[in-house]
């Protein structure tokens, strides 16, 4: 997504951008819910993707209790997106002859100048500059910073997006039209209604995003790092190889701990898939003529739901400084002072909001935001509310 909007802001001030993806098909069907916070919605419109059908509106956020019943809740209208859909209209702002698929990158050759960028397919792209928007575990930065790499924050998601038709009554009735919370003992549960495949829209067409915040030490998380045939991966499974005992142990857990209306969703899921979290920040996001964007150049908790407005904003204060600047060096280091500094207040704010699990507690700051987030009311108030940013500021 940052590699996207970085290409559309930077052809709006007439550079001439091409943007290289890993896989070698289109990247669809991907689940995740996005949270349209005002920052989102403005880089969206600001990069000529808009914001037409973007997503299903919820009129409030509520928190519930193992019974089911609503313990707190409070008005606010959040638009709720999905990554296909937000991926589809970033897309389609690029001239399909730009954007190419099935090409790595491998290294980057300096000379002050400019980029000699490699792929794995052996073909070699010249540029003024090389925009390292490949995600938290970029190879880019692998190649320019390898000393630099995310923490695991000690905890991960049980994630999965069940299919609206499958739902019970209940659950539809009762939680899917809301941002809803429940919030047993050092865990989060987070569910809200998202697009339904191609960005269907239509009632009993849509999807559910379900989330389960649990706690796991780094020695836990590797050993659910071993796949179902035994193969020990490095950061995550790819969900059709997490082991069967896991998903048999999640559902089972979900059986004692979850409201009914909760449980029935996470039965729903076709495919769960678990994603560690991680903390990751960089003293300095230019490296020469490389510029890192998005999660690459910093990689907040997804307690916000800001990573998406996050990449939109590095992205358009990429181009504007490249714009404000005639010469690119001293551009690349006004981007670098302007977002720098709030990539690091995104993952420090996600640290904070990270203390409800309680884990690490490292400071008299930490322990007190950790009882003050022990409240559902507290957590309504908190978890992934827009213009958060306006307290640093
Ligand atoms: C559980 C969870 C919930 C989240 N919820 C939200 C939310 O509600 N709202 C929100 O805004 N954000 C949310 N996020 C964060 C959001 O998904 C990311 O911040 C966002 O996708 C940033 O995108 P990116 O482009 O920087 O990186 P990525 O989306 O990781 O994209 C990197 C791209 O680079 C490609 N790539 C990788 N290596 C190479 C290579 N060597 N050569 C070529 N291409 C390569 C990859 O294939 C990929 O397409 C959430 C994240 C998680 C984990």
């Known amino acids: 997504m940052s590699g996207l909007f970085s290409a559309a ?29 005002p920052e989102l919605l403005e880089a969206l419109e600001a990069s000529g993707a808009g914001t037409k059908d973007l997503g299903i509106e919820v009129p ?78 970029s190879s880019v930065r692998a190649q320019v910073a390898p000393e630099l790499q995310p923490i695991y924050a ?11 038709s499958d739902l019970a009554p209940e659950t539809l009735r009762n939680i899917y039209p809301y941002f809803t919370f429940f919030l047993p003992e050092r865990q989060q549960v987070i569910g809200y209604p998202i697009s339904g495949f191609d960005n269907d829209l239509r009632p009993g067409h849509r999807r559910y995003n379900f989330i389960w915040y ?77 510029a890192m964007v998005g999660d690459a150049a910093a990689n907040a908790r997804p307690h916000m739901g800001f990573g998406m407005a996050k990449a939109g904003g590095d992205a358009q204060a990429l181009a504007r400084a490249l714009r404000d600047h005639d010469d690119v060096d001293t551009a690349l280091k006004a981007y670098n002072a302007e977002r720098q500094p709030i990539g690091n207040t995104i993952v420090m704010h996600g640290r904070k909001l990270g203390t409800h699990l309680g884990v690490d507690l490292k400071t008299e700051d930490d322990r007190r935001m950790h009882q003050l987030l022990q409240s559902d009311g507290a957590m309504l108030d908190w978890v992934a509310v827009p213009n958060f940013l306006d307290a640093y500021r």
């Open 154 to 164: 000690g905890y991960y998601i049980w994630r999965g997006a069940p299919n609206e």
């Open 214 to 290: 649990r706690v796991a030490d780094a020695d836990q998380l590797r050993e659910m790092c071993v796949d179902e045939n035994g193969v020990q991966h490095e950061h995550s499974v790819p969900p059709p190889l997490i082991r069967k005992d896991l998903v048999a142990q999640m559902y089972k857990d979900a059986r004692e701990i979850l409201p009914e209306v909760l449980l029935d969703s996470v039965l729903k899921i076709i495919q769960p898939f678990i994603t560690p979290i991680y903390d990751f920040t960089a003293p300095r996001i230019v490296f020469g003529r490389v």
């Open 60 to 137: 409030k956020r509520m928190s519930i209790d193992r019974q089911g019943r609503v313990t707190d809740e409070r008005p606010l209208r959040q638009i709720l997106t999905s990554w296909d859909r937000l991926q589809r209209i970033l897309r389609d702002t690029i001239d399909p002859a730009h954007y190419h698929l099935g090409r790595a990158f491998e290294r980057v050759e300096q000379d002050g100048s400019g980029v000699r960028v490699h792929f794995s397919d052996g073909r070699i792209e010249q540029a003024d500059l090389l925009v390292g928007g490949d995600g938290i575990r």
């Open 9 to 37: 802001f930077l052809r709006q001030i007439g550079w001439d951008v091409d943007v290289y993806e890993r896989s070698s098909v289109e990247l669809v069907g991907r689940g995740a819910g996005i949270t349209g916070h």
